[in-house]
């Protein structure tokens, strides 16, 4: 049986490019069998370039607000707004508004991969290749 207090501060947080900054919290390393989630700085402006998982993803936006483009349908969530994306649907995310965005994200897997839609490359969430792109001009 594992169980951990995890305290934000003590959280190491990732680079993921575009000054996105991710804190894991539940991962494999921790023991965690079914779930994966961390805590998700985006900047105003920043975007999460689209992309799937191979599994379920549930994004609670905690501060700011984000635009969510969910297959062909675009949502826009503030503070406690969440949203379900099943397995294998693609999706984006941009910080609009006034202030940068902090999103929960939770993965109903521990080893779960990200596919970018537009190169078609596969990388372990959280791993040294989970970069997200600038947003291309257009």
């Known amino acids: 049986m594992n169980i951990h207090h995890l305290v934000f501060k003590n959280l190491k947080g990732i680079a993921r490019g575009q000054d996105i900054v991710n804190y894991p919290i539940v991962h494999s390393k921790i023991g965690a069998m079914n779930i994966k989630s961390g805590i998700t700085h985006i900047p105003l402006g920043a975007v999460v370039t689209n992309h799937y998982h191979d599994a379920e993803e549930q994004v609670t936006v905690l501060e700011g607000r984000l635009r969510i483009t969910l297959g062909e349908t675009v949502v826009e969530c503030g503070p406690y707004d969440s949203t379900f994306i099943s397995a294998?649907?693609?999706h984006e995310f941009t910080?609009?508004?006034?202030?940068p965005a902090v999103a929960m994200v939770i993965y109903g897997g521990s080893n779960t991969n990200r596919t970018f839609t537009k190169s078609g490359l596969t990388v372990e969430i959280g791993s040294e290749q989970d970069r997200f792109p600038p947003p291309e001009k257009a």
């Open 95 to 99: 910080a609009i508004g006034d202030k």
């Open 88 to 90: 294998n649907v693609p």
